[in-house]
């Protein structure tokens, strides 16, 4: 079975959703922005934590999954609005407001945000105990208290503080997608934190190496930003030698901070499989 | 006390729980998109419900109520954006957008969005069974099945579903007002929902009717807007006294709808003497 079926299964249904009450524009965009998915890192991280912390509700795990991917999405389109990147490409398609127009984009963000918490609402009805703590790890990983939202924001700020953006922007979804998969087997999340972030921070790596030496078209998105807009960047840093082996060392620890767990060195093992997938086989070559 | 001192709390809470994850600018747009309110209606109609239901958890009740002004404050700042009304003046003050520039008016839309489900999943502490109703009317409330991220979403068809329109972009908001008051209290919310849309049409006419007759200064953002947009109006439709006997015939029906309840001819009467202030004195004196 194709691990992410579960995730596929559970975001077409609540696009479907929707349903007559929801204009037929705003569900053609919802659909655009969610379908094809890219990766589905955060989903994915998040089934094989509950996996390995051995949840028995695969539906609240499918729910608190697609949670994270849709804020991922909501992320996505509005990051790439005119006021923000001003994005012509995503995904290897044109981005959301390029396609739809600016009120859809805007639109389609919200009511994605507002999609996650109704999913996960929904896929809780046979834990409701377990409701709250997902709610308030989703919530607080994508609003203003160092959540995507605020990861954004520090672009508005005079003076930018770098760790705590990075952390916001790129890492609090990852750690959102460990926590929650520990909360939905009824498990302490905070213990997970700490691995999502590091997660996080491999990912934020390999971007910037995606960044500086991919190809736009295999991408599906533009390149050289780092550079262009001199933003700080590991591998401008690092160089690219440097910058693997961050990667890889960031990757080690995470594995080496899962806390004990019924499937913890399987996890381990998936963990080290999926980071390998971060770079494009070609860039992972160059620094073999 | 002041029936709303339980909402002004919460809501302060909430703003300020954001904390030194959020940066400075992003937390001073929350805090202008929030405070002060306008008449904080939905959540003091919220409130009315719960009272009228017998609810005994006043942080839930409160929570509830919060969650529902938050998106509704939401709303409010991504519909004033340039790709929508492009308003320069809400509640008597510059536009979210015009005080603190887009960047941050899309962000402060989204954290707001996100915070209405933290507050609510904060507030469902001691009643968690409680949670996934009030999360799933909250959020059928405001996304993109006939919520009013919907109901703005109409305004970029080829044709408007005038009827659907109306209902999720105001009414949407009104029935999860009454809702959540009786699920909050544990009761069965669906027969609410007919109170509170009936509300929300009420108001939806006095709107129509300050639009057409009211003071842009008084009223704190501009009026005309219906007329120069040829949008319907019950006002343009049946004129100032026939709009007023409308929402009077609402307002009553509202009333003759409310389910079986401990307190539901008290709550009647609150109904009533809200829907008196829906318009300004004067306004309301013309059609005495």
Same mark, same amino acid.
């Given at each position: 079975?194709?691990?992410?079926? !579960?995730?596929?299964?559970?975001?077409?249904?609540? *696009?479907?959703?929707?349903?007559?009450?929801? !204009?037929?524009?705003?569900?053609?965009?919802?659909?655009?922005?969610?379908?094809?998915?890219?990766?589905?890192?955060?989903?994915?991280?998040?089934?094989?934590?509950?996996?390995?912390?051995?949840? #028995?509700?695969?539906?609240?795990?499918?729910?608190?999954?697609? $949670?994270?991917?849709?804020? %991922?999405?909501?992320?996505?389109? %509005?990051?790439?609005?005119?006021?923000?990147?001003?994005?012509?490409?995503?995904?290897?398609?044109?981005?959301? %407001?390029?396609?739809?127009? #600016?009120?859809?984009?805007?639109?389609?963000?919200?009511?994605?945000?507002?999609?996650?918490?109704?999913?996960?609402?929904?896929?809780?009805?046979?834990?409701?105990?377990?409701?709250? !703590?997902?709610?308030? *790890?989703?919530?607080?990983?994508?609003?203003?208290?160092?959540?995507?939202?605020?990861?954004?924001?520090?672009?508005?700020?005079?003076?930018?503080?770098?760790?705590?953006?990075?952390?916001?922007?790129?890492?609090?979804?990852?750690?959102?997608?460990?926590?929650?998969?520990?909360?939905?087997?009824?498990?302490?999340?905070?213990?997970?934190?700490?691995?999502?972030?590091?997660?996080?921070?491999?990912?934020?790596?390999?971007?910037?190496?995606?960044? $500086?030496?991919?190809?736009?078209?295999?991408?599906?998105?533009?390149?050289?930003?780092?550079?262009?807009?001199?933003?700080?960047?590991?591998?401008?840093?690092?160089?690219?030698?440097? /910058? *693997?082996?961050?990667?890889?060392?960031?990757?080690?620890? $995470?594995?080496?901070?899962?806390?004990?767990? !019924?499937?913890?060195?399987?996890?381990?093992?998936? *963990?080290?499989?999926? /980071?390998?997938?971060?770079?494009?086989?070609?860039?992972?070559?160059?620094?073999?």
């Amino acid at each position: 079975m194709d691990a992410l079926e !579960p995730i596929e299964r559970t975001l077409e249904a609540a *696009i479907a959703d929707a349903g007559p009450d929801c !204009p037929g524009r705003l569900a053609a965009a919802l659909r655009y922005a969610v379908f094809p998915g890219g990766a589905r890192l955060r989903p994915k991280l998040c089934m094989s934590v509950a996996w390995a912390c051995g949840a #028995e509700d695969p539906a609240l795990v499918a729910a608190a999954g697609s $949670a994270i991917e849709l804020l %991922h999405c909501a992320s996505l389109a %509005h990051d790439d609005l005119p006021c923000f990147d001003d994005a012509d490409t995503r995904r290897g398609k044109p981005s959301l %407001h390029r396609a739809f127009g #600016e009120p859809l984009a805007v639109l389609a963000g919200d009511a994605l945000i507002v999609m996650a918490f109704d999913v996960l609402a929904n896929g809780a009805r046979e834990c409701p105990q377990r409701l709250a !703590p997902l709610a308030r *790890i989703v919530s607080r990983a994508s609003g203003a208290a160092g959540g995507i939202a605020a990861g954004q924001a520090w672009e508005c700020e005079a003076e930018i503080d770098l760790s705590r953006y990075h952390r916001a922007k790129t890492g609090a979804l990852f750690s959102a997608a460990t926590m929650a998969g520990a909360a939905a087997a009824g498990l302490d999340h905070e213990p997970w934190r700490r691995v999502g972030e590091l997660i996080g921070e491999a990912y934020q790596v390999a971007d910037d190496i995606r960044d $500086a030496f991919g190809d736009a078209d295999a991408l599906g998105k533009p390149v050289g930003r780092d550079a262009a807009l001199a933003r700080p960047s590991a591998c401008l840093e690092f160089g690219l030698q440097g /910058a *693997i082996a961050r990667l890889n060392g960031l990757v080690a620890e $995470a594995c080496a901070s899962i806390p004990p767990c !019924p499937r913890g060195a399987e996890l381990a093992g998936l *963990i080290r499989q999926e /980071a390998r997938r971060f770079l494009p086989e070609d860039i992972a070559r160059l620094a073999a």
